[in-house]
Each structure stands twice: as C-alpha cells, then as structure tokens.
C-alpha cells in the first residue's frame, strides 16, 4: 500500500498589483521594442518627434550594467544638451541598479561591480580625440543629425571593442530628420534598405557593401549589419493620446512638420 504523502501548504496568491508597481520600464510597443532589441551592429532609431527615442537610448545601455567588462558612453553634441538626458538617466538607473552612483564631476555612472556609462558631448570634430585609447562596448549619440559630417560617429566606431566573450559591441543613434547632418545620416541609414531591415552596412559615398578585403581569412565578406528603425508619434501613447503635442507640430511649416510629425526623410 502506499502511504500518502503530507498535505502540501498551498502558495500564496500572488500580488499582481505589486509586482505591476516593480515594473521600472517597459517600452512601447513597436519600433520602441525593434529598438531594444535589435542585434545589428549599428542602428539608428529616427522619424517624428515625441516618438520616445531619446527615453529609449537611455534605456537601452541598462541591460549591460550587469556586466563588470561593459565600459559605455553616450553623447550629445552639447552640454546643455546633455542634461536632458542625464536628468532622465537620474529617474531610470537608481531604480534598476541598486547601488549605481553618479559621479557628478566626470559624468559617469558607476555601478557597484563596475561596469561604467559615461554621459559626455562632442561639439567639436576635434573633440573625439578626448576618447583616443580609449576603448568602449557600447557607443550611443542621441540626435545624429546635429552633427553636421560622419567624421565623429567614424572615429568613435574605432573605439568600439570588447575583450570579454559575453560582451557585444555596438554603436546606438536617434534623431528626426533635419538637422545639419541630415544628408550623411540619409545616406548611410535611410537610403540603403527598406526600413526596420537589416543589411550589409554600405559605403555612404559609393553605395557598396563595406567588405573584408583581399587576403584576410574572411576576404569577401560583409563587415556588418546596419538597420534603420522609424519612429512615430502615434508609437508613443504618452505623448499621442492627449493630442496636444500632435497639434502644435501640425502648426508648424510643412517641411518641419513632414520631418517632425511624419519623419520625413525626403
């Protein structure tokens, strides 16, 4: 005969509201989720305003704090610039890394096993040197079209490496469509694919696939992925359902609102 077993204690309910209210940040659903999760090497989230970019790159470098190798940093083309997103940072890091520290002078989030954020700006082309030997996992410049050449977001991808085997590397970018640097970010993120498709990352002057060249083991093939994600305002519930927002970009000139409101790349 088998003997039964003890009663087993039932587990206790769980408390939905609680766990709701431990939720620190869950994107939109859509492109602001394509952007979160994309895996290609280089990727530029971009279109209207209000979309909820900018929330996004401060979000994104969150997951690799874990990580004690994870050495990042994110630019603006400004200082005044800069404080937007570091005023945002200050509501999102403290909550999802018990423990990080801001260190107010340097501008670098510091987290408890290590790993670093450095929020910084690039108002110059000659500012990239700042960062000559250094070396960073993750690269985000928020607003790429405020810089008027490729000069500085080339440069930085030479300072783009990681030594550790559970470390990717990557180069993150938002804008809207304008700007002084519209035409290269067109080139080099809009014009190759249809959107929110990965390719081969391409020559912005020549169009051709960027290639290991001749005598390397991997001769001939791509060096990279690339892949543009639009945004638009109606992917922000935020921000689109009071309708406010929406009407002052409606009142403005009908190129700034086709590049504002529609993300209008051409």
Do not use: C
């Not at 997951?63 to 630019?75: I, S």
């Amino acid at each position: 005969m088998v003997e039964k077993s003890a009663a087993q204690p039932k587990p206790e309910a769980l408390d939905y509201e609680e766990i709701a209210r431990e939720v620190i940040f869950e994107p939109n659903e859509g492109p602001q989720t394509d952007f979160l999760a994309s895996t290609e090497q280089e990727v530029l989230y971009g279109g209207s305003a209000g979309g909820g970019k900018s929330y996004a790159m401060v979000a994104d470098p969150v997951r690799y704090l874990g990580n004690p190798n994870a050495r990042m940093l994110l630019v603006r083309r400004s200082t005044e610039e800069l404080r937007e997103l570091i005023s945002v940072s200050k509501q999102l890091y403290p909550k999802a890394i018990p423990g990080i520290k801001f260190m107010e002078r340097d501008k670098t989030w510091v987290a408890p096993n290590g790993a670093t954020l450095w929020m910084s700006y690039l108002d110059r082309e000659d500012d990239v040197l700042r960062y000559q030997g250094l070396a960073f996992s993750w690269i985000g410049f928020d607003e790429l079209t405020q810089w008027p050449s490729p000069f500085a977001w080339n440069y930085m991808r030479s300072r783009l490496r990681s030594t550790a085997s559970d470390l990717p590397v990557y180069m993150r970018a938002t804008t809207n469509p304008g700007g002084r640097g519209h035409h290269w970010v067109k080139k080099m993120f809009i014009d190759p694919a249809p959107y929110n498709r990965a390719y081969d990352a391409t020559d912005i002057e020549t169009g051709e696939v960027l290639r290991y060249p001749a005598g390397h083991a991997k001769a001939g093939r791509p060096l990279y992925k690339r892949r543009f994600i639009p945004a638009r305002l109606s992917d922000n519930p935020y921000l689109a359902e009071s309708g406010d927002y929406e009407a002052m970009l409606l009142s403005m000139p009908e190129q700034q609102r086709r590049q504002l409101l529609d993300g209008d790349w051409d």
